[in-house]
């Protein structure tokens, strides 16, 4: 099983910056990709950014060039750098992370954080 804990969110003005971290626990053999959705009222949950475990990284448009996503290997450890924030960020965020729990040909398992609230007042 893989435990996802976030933290870093809050309240933020518009044009402030956060910066989430999410940190994966328990018995694993490989965890690839991890990353971020968020959930606003009223709104399906959608991708933020995403990273593989090379460095490859996708963002949804609406963050591109404001938030960046990071990793740490080592600690099994996602971030997400979220700069120039605007009202229209404002969400529940949600760390995500694909594991495999024994070996390579183990299925491919997805696990959620708890969510963490960002808001971004006008």
């Known amino acids: 099983q893989v435990t996802l804990v976030e933290s870093g969110g809050g309240l933020v003005q518009a044009g402030g910056s956060l910066r989430l971290s999410c940190a994966a626990s328990?018995?694993?053999?490989?965890?690839?990709?991890m990353g971020w959705y968020r959930q606003a009222p009223g709104k399906q949950r959608e991708l933020v950014a995403v990273?593989?475990?090379?460095?490859?990284?996708n963002y949804a448009d609406s963050v591109k060039g404001r938030f960046t996503i990071s990793r740490d290997n080592a600690k099994n450890t996602v971030y997400l750098q979220m700069n120039s924030l605007k009202p229209e960020d404002t969400a529940v965020y949600y760390c995500?992370?694909?594991?495999?729990?024994?070996?390579?040909?183990?299925?491919?398992?997805?696990?959620w954080g708890q969510g963490t609230q960002v808001t971004v007042s006008s």
């Open positions: 990273i593989t475990s090379g460095d490859s990284t």
């Open positions: 995500n992370c694909v594991a495999q729990l024994r070996d390579s040909d183990s299925p491919f398992i997805r696990y």
């Open positions: 328990g018995s694993f053999f490989s965890i690839n990709p």
